[in-house]
């Protein structure tokens, strides 16, 4: 298992909409088993009783029934 320590950052756009970030460190990002690539479609999910977040590259069932935006 590969770990790191982060934080969630917000940043609110000039038009009031709020954003939610969390940064990944390089030494994790750039490790040869990190599941992920720029530009992946990510799936993410909250146990809220566990208090965790799951991150998952989106397949295309979720793709076709996540809501639309606006």
Do not use: T, V, Y
């Given at each position: 298992?590969?770990?790191?320590?982060?934080?969630?950052?917000?940043k609110v756009h000039v038009s009031g909409n709020e954003y939610y970030y969390i940064h990944i460190p390089a030494k994790l990002a750039h490790d040869?088993?990190?599941?992920?690539?720029?530009?992946?479609?990510l799936a993410i999910s909250i146990d809220v009783n566990s208090s965790k977040m799951?991150?998952?590259k989106a397949d295309?069932?979720?793709?076709?029934?996540?809501?639309?935006?606006?």
């Open positions: 298992m590969l770990r790191a320590r982060s934080r969630l950052r917000k040869s088993q990190f599941p992920f690539k720029e530009g992946d479609e799951i991150i998952q295309k069932k979720f793709s076709k029934n996540r809501r639309p935006r606006g």
